[in-house]
């Protein structure tokens, strides 16, 4: 696997502890500031429920592959790590987590994107 800054990794599972507990508004609080700029809390609110509440809990996650990269389709150039996770849900046996934390504007690793299929 490609290595990824051990920071980036903390802050994707620390957030993903928090979308796991079902805690949108902590959530949405903890992404990176081109994330909140983009999308309002109500409507981030309203996409994790679409889109983790038919999946049910978290059974198991596995990190599978992280990959530091500087630019990303739609965002601004910058430091990302986009990883993604093999992740076992009570409703989905084989899900995939894309988990995209970057470096924010005050050096912090903060989650910029997530995607589940």
Do not use: C
């Amino acid at each position: 696997m490609p290595k990824s800054d051990p920071a980036a990794e903390r802050a994707a599972n620390e957030w993903l502890k928090l979308i796991d507990a079902g805690d949108a508004r902590a959530s949405w609080r903890a992404t990176a500031t081109l994330f909140r700029k983009a999308v309002t809390e109500e409507q981030w609110t309203q996409s994790l429920a679409a889109a983790r509440s038919p999946l049910g809990a978290v059974v198991n996650r596995t990190l599978k592959h992280a990959e530091s990269v500087t630019q990303l389709p739609g965002a601004p150039d910058g430091d990302y790590v986009v990883m993604q996770f093999d992740t076992q849900f009570e409703k989905k046996r084989a899900g995939v987590e894309t988990v995209t934390p970057m470096l924010d504007t005050d050096g912090q690793w903060r989650v910029s994107g997530y995607f589940v299929r």
